[in-house]
């Protein structure tokens, strides 16, 4: 490894192998550049497990503007206009460029690309590949295509865990790999880390994603965004697997219903009822389950006869778990599913540290707002690795240093999970959020294995409850209403710690608020 090391040095340094880390990897060549992997490529990044596919407005009847405006809609008065803007006028060519590396999209048999419908979406605008599996093979293409290019090194199987900084700009990686810790001397890291689905106990992310990078980017000393919005899918399989298997919103696109024990559409009074944003779907779904109903999507009608065709890997997860869809209900709660917060980026992908780039659902463009539209994500993903990748390749490498490496113990997230699930989930309070941050401060103060998914917790404990009003996937049901102004949040892990701190001293909330 230690030789390695040495011929590595100064190469930009992507930490993460979904399909934001490989696609800026693949930008970048033919420059030399480093890949990180947690796993095996490809084995444990929630890009391959993602059902959805990517937006981009393709159809005949459809342009980048309807885009804009239903991704302005569903984040609720909180994206950036103007990132989303650029972002989304960018998806049609984000989509021939993962044409060009081999993705193979589904497509009608004239050839055209076949275009799916999800909830908020005024038209059908969702490109699949391989029906439910189009991570999987997006995913598949990518790892060939990043294994097939000689200027890409990888090494798997190795996690970062804390980034260098000097004068305030980063100087390298220290990453645990199995045979004990090395160092990555190098001015440029770019982080691909994924989302924070592992923080919860429902969730359909891969259990490893539990925000490492947002613990690495904030140890740094980065300004994070929007920590406070976690988007929760109403959708997952409700069995005794967990991740919990997804079922995509395409299958509400094709006309599947939310019902309850009784048969009951009770989403009827939701304007767009099971189309609608995925926020109002998840809180209306929670509320039925809370009032002790059970709740179910019904495939039976619609799409019916073609579902187990249309939507193979879901109807494979039914029947590992005993139902057969063409005969049965399935029964259904939300689980978390995305982070819309993250750490603030520019479009180029530059965080406020000097070195430092992310992409992907670790970063925060301010494309989703308050709550993300289906699919937006992917598009998003490969839109922005182009731009990370051009604003890398233009930055030179003026910041590596040689340091000390440190033996730091893996994470373990399980301490941390039922705080955030309780506190955080599709409904928040005061009370609730002041002690999860309370508790957090003391976890992360102890300096052991749960220290940094504690930080995040406490980071996204804070910033919700600075958030004193409901907006997009955040509702407080102590603050029921929008604040008259929408504000995007920033936070650092000093300020949130001192606000916990004061928190934790204080007799009531209202002194500190
Ligand atoms: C889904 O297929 O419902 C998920 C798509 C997404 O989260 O963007």
Known sequence: MSMDVLDLAGRPVIIGGGIAGLMT?????????????????????????????????LGE????????????????????AEAARRILYAGPAAIEDLARLGVRFDRTPEGALRLGLEAAHCRRRIVHADGDGSGREIMRALVAAVRATPTIAVIENIEARRLAVEDGRVTGVLANCSTGPAFFANGRVILATGGIG????????????????????????????????????????????????????????????????????????VRGAELAPRDMVARAVWR???????????????????????????????????????RDLIPIRPAQHYHMGGVAVDLAGRTSVPGLWACGEVASTGLHGANRLASNSLTEAVVCAR??????????????????????????????????????????????????ARVLLLLLQRHDTASDPAAVGMMIAVAALLRRESRGAHFRTDFPLHAAVARRSQITLDTAMAAARELASSPTLESVL
């Open 25 to 57: 990897a693949l930008h970048l060549a033919p420059e030399p550049v480093l890949l990180l992997s947690r796993s095996r490529l490809g084995a444990d990044a929630s890009s391959a497990w993602a059902q959805g596919g990517l937006a981009a407005s």
């Open 61 to 80: 009847d459809d342009e980048p503007a309807l885009h804009l405006a239903d991704t302005l809609a569903a984040g609720d008065g909180l994206c950036d």
């Open 198 to 269: 592992g923080l919860f106990h429902d969730t359909t992310n891969p259990l490893g994603s539990y925000g490492q990078g947002l613990a690495l980017a904030a140890r740094a000393g980065a300004v994070l965004a929007d920590l406070e919005f976690i988007q929760f899918h109403p959708t997952a399989l409700d069995g005794p697997g967990r991740p919990m298997p997804l079922i995509s919103e395409a299958v509400r696109g094709e006309g599947a219903t939310i019902v309850d024990e009784t048969g009951r559409r009770f989403l009827d009074g």
């Open 288 to 326: 039925h389950l809370a009032d002790g109903h059970r709740v179910f999507l019904d495939v039976r009608e619609r799409p019916g006869a073609t579902f187990a065709r249309q939507f193979p890997t879901i109807a494979s997860a039914c029947r590992g778990v005993g139902i057969d869809p063409a």
């Open 387 to 436: 731009w990370v990748a051009e604003s890398v390749a233009g930055s030179p490498d003026d910041g590596g240093k040689p340091a000390m490496v440190s033996d730091l113990p893996a994470p373990d997230p399980r301490p941390v999970r039922p705080l955030l699930s309780h506190a955080l989930g599709v409904t928040r309070d005061g009370e609730g959020l002041k002690e999860a």
